[in-house]
């Protein structure tokens, strides 16, 4: 079974970058049958999708986020990352990684329990 752990600071000063980590086990993020995905929830507020690292290395963003986002990957340790530059107090969310199909990045099968990052001075 594919299990996926983010892990990084809860808690990322105004205007600093935050960072977080997604460790998958169970499946490789090579697989080419998938995507793999950050999805954020702000407090009160829907999910938000952030954006994907494929299969292959390729990125897609939401373009609300994009000029402010970069997701990355290591295959040799079978993690992928997000890094978020500029952060507001409008930035503080639960924080969730996902593996979602290729075919249907909406698509998504299994989840992180997700971290919470609150922007704070």
């Known amino acids: 079974q594919v299990q996926l752990q983010e892990s990084g600071p809860g808690r990322v000063k105004p205007s600093q970058m935050l960072s977080l980590t997604c460790s998958v086990s169970?499946?490789?993020?090579?697989?080419?049958?998938?995507?793999w995905i950050w999805i954020r929830q702000p407090p009160g507020k829907g999910l938000e999708y952030m954006g994907v690292?494929?299969?292959?290395?390729?990125?897609y963003y939401n373009p609300s986020l994009k000029s402010r986002t970069e997701i990355a990957r290591d295959t040799s340790k079978n993690q992928f990352f997000l890094h978020l530059i500029s952060v507001t107090p409008e930035d503080t969310a639960v924080y969730y990684c996902a593996r979602g199909s290729s075919s249907d990045y909406g698509e998504m099968d299994y989840w992180g329990k997700g971290t919470l990052v609150i922007v704070s001075s």
């Open positions: 690292v494929a299969y292959d290395g390729s990125t």
């Open positions: 169970g499946g490789s993020i090579t697989t080419d049958s998938y995507v």
